[in-house]
């Protein structure tokens, strides 16, 4: 296979672990048992789209088409069922920015469009971003599950990055199964690291730290990364290939 045949897309298996860590704030951001089974419906067919690309590379075209249509179909149930879903207002409206979040992360690796692919993932994680600083502020979620989902926030946004820049450099159908899992361990490595520290440090007598406070040093430190993201990003800069 020559360069020029070479689909730069992000990676089937970095864009499912990408999706999976998505999931995985989703769930943060659910204050109910009901929210959380509707981040798990929209995990479903998150992972049916994606997995439509890898079905009709194989030559099925119309089973393709069918998880295509299928899989989008779940998306906006969840997406539906997330606005309706009981809870408080501030609860509902951090829940939903979090599924909006994760469909922007699955849309930016299946991908809807090939320019798209970071800034859709840059504007999940700000959703993802917004929805943990706004569900902090309004309600005592407490710092263990603030930290975890901003870890996982983080760990979402590199995952998802790794899968675009690996995909650029080998192709979207290059066997990168190894290579993903090794850089996904690395970054959970890194996050429970942090998340120890972080466990560490609240163990010690300090002057108690508001949470909201908290949330919004959080939250400017992610805002201050996804500038970082921008700075560099081809959408931004206007460099197309």
Known sequence: MGPSSIVKQPTYAG???????AACVTGVLASRSVQ???????TIGSLLLLGSGVVRRRGYRVLGGSLVVGG?????????????APGGPFERLSFLGGTVAMACVVLGVFPLYRSWTRPLVGIGVALFSCSLVGLAWATNIGGPRLLLGVGLTIVTWDVAEHAITLGDDVG?????????????AGSLGVGLAAGTVAVAV??????????????????????????LFLG??????????
């Not at 989008?72 to 309706?84: D, K």
């Not at 979207?172 to 996904?184: E, N």
């Not at 560099?232 to 290939?241: A, K, P, Q, V």
């Open 15 to 21: 864009g499912a672990f990408a999706v999976l860590a």
């Open 36 to 42: 959380v089974s509707i981040a798990g419906v929209e």
């Open 72 to 84: 989008s179909g779940i998306v906006c149930l969840a997406l539906g069922l997330s606005f309706l």
């Open 172 to 184: 979207r159908s290059a066997r990168t199964y190894t290579v993903s899992v090794t850089h996904l």
């Open 202 to 227: 609240s163990s010690v007598q300090l002057p108690p730290i508001p949470i909201a406070a908290l949330a919004l040093l959080l939250g400017a430190f992610l805002l201050l990364l996804f500038v």
């Open 232 to 241: 560099d990003s081809e959408w931004l800069s206007g460099r197309r290939d």
